[in-house]
């Protein structure tokens, strides 16, 4: 069974800093793409950002320089960095698995087929 759980979500203030972890079992996740999306209620879910197999990241504009998606093969796992937060990064985050990279536009990258189930992430003003 693929699982692929989150955590380091939280409440924070504006300005403030956290970690996402993402951490897959039941498949290796290595040779493919995994990316962070987040979603709020009555909106579609979006890509935040997308790092492929080998290290290559692709940002939203909202978030770049302020977010960094990092991964650990060894450890079957991806990371986001969110620093300088804000309100507007109020979501729900999940982790994505078996993403299908693209070119530099995060539009060009598409979901793969393993979700975790969200991590809530909540930026007080």
């Known amino acids: 069974q693929v699982q692929l759980v989150e955590s380091g979500g939280g409440l924070v203030q504006t300005g403030g800093s956290l970690r996402l972890s993402c951490a897959a079992s039941?498949?290796?996740?290595?040779?493919?793409?995994m990316g962070w999306f987040r979603q709020t209620p009555g909106k579609r879910r979006e890509l935040v950002a997308g790092i492929d197999r080998r290290g290559v990241t692709v940002y939203i504009d909202p978030v770049k320089g302020r977010f960094t998606i990092s991964r650990d093969n060894a450890k079957n796992s991806v990371y986001l960095q969110m620093d300088d937060l804000k309100p507007e990064d109020t979501a729900l985050y999940f982790c994505n698995g078996e993403m299908q990279s693209g070119t530099s536009d995060p539009r060009t990258w598409y979901r793969g087929n393993y979700w975790g189930q969200g991590t809530q992430v909540t930026v007080s003003s």
């Open positions: 039941g498949r290796t996740f290595s040779s493919y793409a």
